[in-house]
T-cell receptor
Framework: NAGVTQTPKFQVLKTGQSMTLQCAQDMNHEYMSWYRQDPGMGLRLIHYSVGAGITDQGEVPNGYNVSRSTTEDFPLRLLSAAPSQTSVYFC??????????FGNGTRLTVT | GESVGLHLPTLSVQEGDNSIINCAYSNSASDYFIWYKQESGKGPQFIIDIRSNMDKRQGQRVTVLLNKTVKHLSLQIAATQPGDSAVYFCAENKGSSGSARQLTFGSGTQLTVLP
């Protein structure tokens, strides 16, 4: 049972490039979400999904897209990377009403 | 906007002593609160949660206290061990879902356990 798996672990992008951060969970959790964590700060919610086919915006959604075609996968797309998107990105999942279970993050640097 | 904040950014305790980490929140509509532990290079790890209809909840060596009158949350760790050294985050869920759907995190407290 792998839990929440995020790939890649590290990524360097140039300004303007696009990429997709992958997130997969094998616990059949309905709820999934993406957070970013900047140095010395707590996590901020980017997007979340309460089930396959349903997504919604969090606190800081600009510059990011998500989709939820299956229960297991919740990819995060950066459309045109900017230095302000340099951060650590965490994906999380949970069953309804239960605490979030986090992956170990993707460390993204945009130059 | 409303946010979750912490009283102290760092806390050092002697091994074996009890630790208390405090958190203030400002949204009276928040209905769910949760504490996470984050070790370097890892994702947040769930410690304990509490819903707004409770004022205390206990786990293994940890207790969370919720004071809705003053909008204050605390995490107590009994007999602190070296493995407890980490950053601790409190978070609140705004709204009435009673779950972790839209968490707002505090900035964290670095707990250091001294030998």
């Amino acid at each position: 049972n792998a839990g929440v798996t995020q790939t890649p672990k590290f990524q360097v992008l140039k300004t303007g490039q696009s990429m997709t951060l992958q997130c997969a969970q094998d616990m059949n959790h309905e709820y999934m979400s993406w957070y970013r964590q900047d140095p010395g700060m707590g996590l901020r919610l980017i997007h979340y999904s309460v089930g396959a086919g349903i997504t919604d915006q969090g606190e800081v959604p600009n510059g990011y897209n998500v989709s939820r075609s299956t229960t297991e996968d919740f990819p995060l797309r950066l459309l045109s990377a900017a230095p302000s998107q340099t951060s650590v990105y965490f994906c999380a999942s949970s069953p309804p009403g239960a605490p979030l279970h986090f992956g170990n993050g993707t460390r993204l640097t945009v130059t | 906007g409303e946010s979750v904040g912490l009283h102290l950014p760092t806390l050092s305790v002697q091994e074996g002593d009890n630790s208390i980490i405090n958190c203030a929140y400002s949204n009276s509509a928040s209905d769910y609160f949760i504490w996470y532990k984050q070790e370097s290079g890892k994702g947040p790890q769930f410690i304990i949660d509490i819903r707004s209809n409770m004022d205390k909840r206990q786990g293994q060596r940890v207790t969370v206290l919720l004071n809705k009158t003053v909008k204050h949350l605390s995490l107590q760790i009994a007999a602190t061990q070296p493995g407890d050294s980490a950053v601790y985050f409190c978070a609140e869920n705004k709204g009435s879902s009673g779950s972790a759907r839209q968490l707002t995190f505090g900035s964290g407290t670095q707990l250091t356990v001294l030998p």
